[in-house]
């Protein structure tokens, strides 16, 4: 399940979003959708990082019953890119959930070995969507 907090007029069809959700775990997350401020302010708290980014993940303490994590989505990014590639607002916001979903299952494109590139290109190749962010910079 995906507890929805959408702060933003951004429109969104979530069904696909908890298929692929219910395809890697059983747990639920928490997904806020928000502008590039907000997304900013929270990248400089969290990351002491001052400038906007498309996605954050934050995983939960493994408990009993606690959500496996909240992903936190741009708008604006989720706009620019999605006219810039040339595809839909809803496959971009759908590569940038599973690009968070996977931080939060503990992949980590920065440090590993291409697992999480592979599992991206696996997750693209089945729900049936256009190349993501790392596989755009893999080229």
């Known amino acids: 399940?995906?507890?929805i907090e959408n702060k933003t007029d951004l429109e969104i069809d979530f069904s696909k979003l908890e298929t692929i959700l219910k395809s890697l775990t059983k747990k639920e997350i928490e997904l806020i959708i928000t502008d590039n401020d907000d997304i900013q302010t929270i990248n400089k708290e969290y990351r002491d990082k001052?400038?906007?980014t498309?996605?954050?993940s934050f995983p939960y303490e493994e408990m009993p019953f606690s959500p496996l994590g909240s992903i936190i989505i741009s708008k604006n990014f989720v706009e620019e890119k999605s006219k810039e590639l040339g595809h839909s607002?809803?496959?971009e916001f759908t590569?940038?959930?599973i690009h968070g979903l996977l931080h939060i299952l503990g992949y980590d494109h920065?440090?590993?070995n291409g697992e999480m590139r592979e599992m991206e290109e696996k997750l693209i190749k089945k729900f049936s969507l256009p190349a993501s962010l790392i596989v755009r910079t893999q080229g």
């Open 50 to 52: 001052d400038y906007p």
């Open 89 to 91: 607002i809803q496959d």
């Open 54 to 56: 498309d996605v954050l």
């Open 95 to 97: 590569l940038l959930f």
């Open 110 to 112: 920065e440090v590993d």
């Open 1 to 3: 399940m995906i507890d």
